[in-house]
């Protein structure tokens, strides 16, 4: 017989109705509540999904022996308590990014799921995204050669957070797909960022990624801008990457681009050489990725499957943006990555 679920949604905001969406076309779910203290957002998930289940008690949540999995859609600062809860009453849990706010309670988390035998999943969305996979693709079958940099920025104006700076906001997107596709682990990280409007919740930032390979990433992020921007350069020894992710027709671009140094003997001996050759674009995915990523968590659990964006994935991120808020506090001093 076919195993299924029955999923719980807390929180059903400006993402929870998205979570709902694709987790009622998961076939292998078959049933789902919706927890909200809102009763406005209650009625309105009641009106487009009619079969639901509603509640405001988290508590019904945890207690239900039909529930199996909980998605945590709700402010950042929740997310370790009502994950713990979940996780000591018996549930998996799928948690919005970023995973936690500290790196100490990720870790516990991280202890929890594994003695209890759960599944965590962080919602890195953009990690079942057919450009991001491509590029993964690219980069594991040597096409780009030795990686030089990653280079990413993220804009637009609002949608201001009142309780994260832009770092915690938008960062955790471009920390995990870096986190994806490059094998090696950072080192240190450096962050600059400002806040605009008298609150000390930073608006533009900066950040600076180290290796110790000699590959350097960098991630603008922008609160302020006055054009919507996503858009990352990745520079390879043989080819180079652009993916506009607001492009809807060549999302990826490959440049067969270049130099080669022919004499290393000195600075006045170098002979630079550039290589131009051809652009072409791959052809990617088109499914949603969020629909993806729901399919793909209801399998781990399912089939005992160790997610790529588990809990570790989630504290890995957490650690880069814990170091670049203490880096913030310091004038953009690097800080080192603990290991």
């Known amino acids: 017989m076919q195993k299924v679920l029955t999923v719980a949604v807390v929180g059903y905001g400006y993402w929870g109705p998205n979570i709902v969406r694709n987790f009622s076309a998961v076939e292998l779910i078959t049933s789902i509540f919706v927890c909200d203290i809102n009763r406005d957002a209650l009625r309105c998930a009641k009106k487009n999904y009619p079969a639901i289940n509603l509640t405001t008690d988290f508590h019904e949540i945890l207690s239900s022996p039909e529930i199996d999995a909980v998605a945590i859609v709700t402010p950042v600062f929740t997310h370790y308590e009502l994950a713990k809860k979940a996780l000591e009453n018996g549930k998996h849990i799928f948690?919005?990014?970023?995973?936690?706010?500290?790196?100490?309670?990720?870790?516990e988390l991280i202890e929890l799921a594994e003695r209890k035998n759960l599944k965590i999943m962080v919602d890195h969305t953009f990690l079942f995204t057919g450009a991001v996979r491509k590029i993964r693709e690219l980069i594991d079958e040597g096409l780009l050669g030795d990686l030089?940099?990653?280079?990413?920025?993220?804009?637009?104006?609002?949608?201001?957070?009142?309780?994260?700076?832009?770092?915690?906001d938008l960062a955790p997107h471009d920390l995990s797909i870096m986190d994806y596709i490059i094998d090696e682990k950072p080192e240190a990280i450096s962050a600059n960022g400002r806040p605009h409007f008298g609150n000390s919740l930073e608006d533009v930032a900066f950040l600076t990624v180290f290796f110790n390979n000699n590959i350097i990433a960098h991630f603008n992020v922008n609160w302020l801008s006055p054009v919507k921007v996503r858009t990352t350069l990745i520079g390879g020894e043989k080819k180079m990457v652009v993916w506009n992710d607001l492009d809807a027709d060549e999302k990826i671009r490959v440049y067969d681009k270049g130099v080669k140094v022919m004499n290393r003997e000195g600075i006045y001996n170098l002979l630079v050489s550039y290589r131009s050759g051809d652009i072409w674009s791959p052809k990617i995915?088109?499914?949603?990725?969020?629909?993806?990523?729901?399919?793909?968590?209801?399998?781990?659990?399912?089939?005992?499957?160790?997610?790529?964006?588990?809990?570790?994935?989630?504290?890995?991120?957490?650690?880069?943006?814990?170091?670049?808020?203490e880096s913030l506090r310091n004038e953009g001093r690097p800080v080192r990555l603990a290991t």
């Open 285 to 325: 995915q088109e499914t949603e990725a969020l629909r993806v990523e729901a399919e793909y968590f209801v399998d781990c659990i399912l089939n005992d499957r160790k997610p790529i964006n588990d809990g570790h994935a989630g504290l890995r991120v957490v650690k880069m943006m814990e170091a670049s808020t």
């Open 148 to 168: 030089y940099y990653y280079d990413s920025m993220r804009v637009n104006l609002g949608l201001f957070q009142h309780d994260v700076n832009v770092i915690w």
């Open 95 to 107: 948690v919005e990014k970023p995973f936690t706010s500290s790196v100490a309670q990720a870790e």
